[in-house]
């Protein structure tokens, strides 16, 4: 199961004072960036 949309507004809001932070979807998961490096992701593990 896709991790939901919900997650990643959230975690992006916990992050909004870092500029730069961009995320991308990825087969149903989303992949977090920082200034263009991978910093981590959001996963469905349920």
């Given amino acids: 199961m896709a ?3 919900e997650n990643l507004i ?3 809001e ?3 004072g ?3 932070i961009t ?3 990825m087969m149903g998961e ?3 960036y ?3 490096r991978v910093i981590g992701g ?4 349920g």
């Fill in 18 to 20: 870092l500029d730069d």
């Fill in 30 to 32: 989303y992949i977090l």
């Fill in 34 to 36: 920082y200034r263009e």
């Fill in 10 to 12: 959230f975690i992006l």
């Fill in 42 to 45: 959001i996963y469905d593990c």
């Fill in 3 to 5: 991790s939901s949309k």
């Fill in 14 to 16: 916990q992050l909004s």
């Fill in 23 to 25: 995320y991308r979807a």
